[in-house]
Antibody
Framework: QVQLQESGPGLVKPSETLSLTCTVSGGSVSSGSYYWSWIRQPPGKGLEWIGY???????NYNPSLKSRVTISADTSKNQFSLKLSSVTAADTAVYYC??????????WGQGTLVTVSS | QSALTQPPSASGSPGQSVTISCTGT?????????VSWYQQHPGKAPKLMIYEVSKRPSGVPDRFSGSKSGNTASLTVSGLQAEDEADYYC??????????FGTGTKVTVL
C-alpha cells in the first residue's frame, strides 16, 4: 500500500518561497513508470496540476506556473519536493502530493494547507 | 492550458441517475483515452472513481460509469445514494505531457 505524506510550513510570507516535501512509503520514487506530482486546491475552488517529476528524474510543469516552480526528488530519502517562488495570496491552497500512473491519480496525500500572508 | 469545462452543479433524487459532462479540446480529452474522474467530499482528498475513460478501480460501485465522445467525456452515477453527494472533477492527459483538471461539479442528492 503506497502512502504519501506532505510536510512543510503552513504559513508563508508574500514574495517568499513556498517549500513542501512529500515522503513516500510503500513505493520508490525512482522506480516504476510513475509521475510524482503536486496538485493544489485554493479554498472553495477546483483542483490544479502544478507539475511532476517522472521516476527517471525528468520534470514537467503547468505552463501557468512554470516560471516559479521547481520539483525535485531525493531518492535516498524516498521524497520529492515542491518549491514555488514569489508567492502571493493567490497561492494560498491545500497542496496535495500524488502518484500519477497511466494518466490518473490513485494515491493521494492527505493534503496540507499553505496560507500566504504577512 | 485551460481547465476542462464542467457544469457547476447537478442534482437528482435518490435512485435516479445524474450525468456530468467534461468538455475539452482535441489536445486533451479528444486526443487521448486518459480521462479520469474523482469524487471529493468536504475536507477530504479526491478519490479516483473512473480511469482511462470508462474503467473502474477495485471497490468503486458499478453505479459509476464513464464514456467519451469527441472532445467531451461524461460520468454517470446511476441509482443515486446519499453518500454520492460530493464534488466531482474530471481530468485528462494533455499535449506536451501535461495534465489538466475540470472546473468541478457539485452533485446534490435531493
Amino acid at each position: 500500500q503506497v502512502q504519501l505524506q506532505e510536510s512543510g510550513p503552513g504559513l508563508v510570507k508574500p514574495s517568499e518561497t513556498l517549500s513542501l516535501t512529500c515522503t513516500v512509503s510503500g513505493g520508490s520514487v525512482s522506480s516504476g513508470s510513475y509521475y510524482w506530482s503536486w496538485i493544489r486546491q485554493p479554498p472553495g475552488k477546483g483542483l490544479e496540476w502544478i507539475g511532476y517529476i517522472y521516476y527517471s528524474g525528468s520534470t514537467n510543469y503547468n505552463p501557468s506556473l512554470k516560471s516559479r516552480v521547481t520539483i525535485s526528488a531525493d531518492t535516498s530519502k524516498n521524497q520529492f519536493s515542491l518549491k514555488l517562488s514569489s508567492v502571493t495570496a493567490a497561492d494560498t491552497a491545500v497542496y496535495y502530493c500524488a502518484r500519477v500512473e497511466g494518466g490518473y491519480v490513485y494515491y493521494w496525500g492527505q493534503g496540507t494547507l499553505v496560507t500566504v500572508s504577512s | 492550458q485551460s481547465a476542462l469545462t464542467q457544469p457547476p452543479s447537478a442534482s437528482g433524487s435518490p435512485g435516479q441517475s445524474v450525468t456530468i459532462s467534461c468538455t475539452g479540446t482535441s489536445s486533451d480529452v479528444g486526443g487521448y483515452n486518459y480521462v479520469s474522474w474523482y469524487q471529493q467530499h468536504p475536507g477530504k482528498a479526491p478519490k479516483l472513481m473512473i480511469y482511462e475513460v470508462s474503467k473502474r478501480p477495485s471497490g468503486v460501485p458499478d453505479r459509476f460509469s464513464g464514456s467519451k465522445s469527441g472532445n467531451t467525456a461524461s460520468l454517470t452515477v446511476s441509482g443515486l445514494q446519499a453518500e454520492d453527494e460530493a464534488d466531482y472533477y474530471c481530468s485528462s492527459y494533455a499535449a506536451s505531457n501535461n495534465f489538466v483538471f475540470g472546473t468541478g461539479t457539485k452533485v446534490t442528492v435531493l
